[in-house]
């Protein structure tokens, strides 16, 4: 397998777990309506103070909101590195391979090939940053909205 295939494979999976971040943020205010709803009907029953059940809800549903928060860069940072080094390994191909050739005749194709690893690796580190602001924006929102929400429980 080309070490370009190999970039872009590395580059496809940083930026599924990315999406895997969005998944997850979206996740999260459906589970907190199950979850109010339970600590509600959980207070009634046992007696306890409605307000520590809210907020025992809302540090869940902000712990669960943030938790995903470092994935996209960290995504973003393994794809970039991956394709630095498989270019890097393309260049070393080239230059134990050239022998008493110019660089310009034997290498130029190798080179190209080495920039567009470098090309692939950094699209998918693109990706990684544009559904880490995605998700950042999701998540704000979402924290606004089960915010509301707690607030009128």
Do not use: Y
């Given at each position: 397998?080309?070490?370009?295939?190999?970039?872009?494979?590395?580059?496809?999976?940083?930026?599924?777990c990315?999406?895997?971040?969005?998944?997850?943020?979206?996740?999260?205010a459906?589970?907190?309506?199950?979850?109010?709803?339970?600590a509600?009907?959980?207070?009634?029953?046992?007696?306890?103070?409605?307000?520590?059940?809210?907020?025992?809800?809302?540090?869940?549903?902000?712990?669960?909101?943030?938790?995903?928060?470092?994935?996209?860069?960290?995504?973003?940072?393994?794809?970039?590195?991956?394709?630095?080094?498989?270019?890097?390994?393309?260049?070393?191909?080239?230059?134990?391979?050239?022998?008493?050739?110019?660089?310009?005749?034997?290498?130029?194709?190798?080179?190209?090939?080495?920039?567009?690893?470098?090309?692939a690796?950094?699209?998918?580190?693109?990706?990684?940053?544009?559904l880490?602001?995605?998700?950042?924006r999701?998540?704000?929102?979402?924290?606004?909205?089960?915010?509301?929400?707690?607030?009128?429980?």
């Amino acid at each position: 397998m080309s070490l370009f295939f190999v970039a872009v494979l590395a580059a496809l999976a940083c930026v599924a777990c990315s999406i895997e971040r969005v998944r997850k943020v979206l996740a999260v205010a459906p589970a907190v309506e199950i979850e109010l709803a339970e600590a509600l009907r959980e207070a009634e029953a046992t007696g306890l103070d409605r307000d520590v059940a809210i907020d025992q809800v809302a540090f869940e549903a902000d712990f669960a909101l943030s938790r995903w928060k470092p994935v996209p860069r960290m995504a973003a940072r393994i794809s970039s590195s991956c394709g630095f080094l498989l270019a890097a390994a393309q260049l070393r191909e080239i230059l134990a391979n050239l022998g008493d050739q110019p660089l310009t005749e034997a290498g130029e194709p190798l080179v190209i090939g080495a920039l567009q690893i470098v090309a692939a690796a950094l699209a998918g580190t693109s990706l990684c940053l544009a559904l880490g602001r995605e998700a950042e924006r999701a998540r704000r929102l979402e924290a606004e909205h089960i915010d509301s929400r707690l607030r009128a429980a």
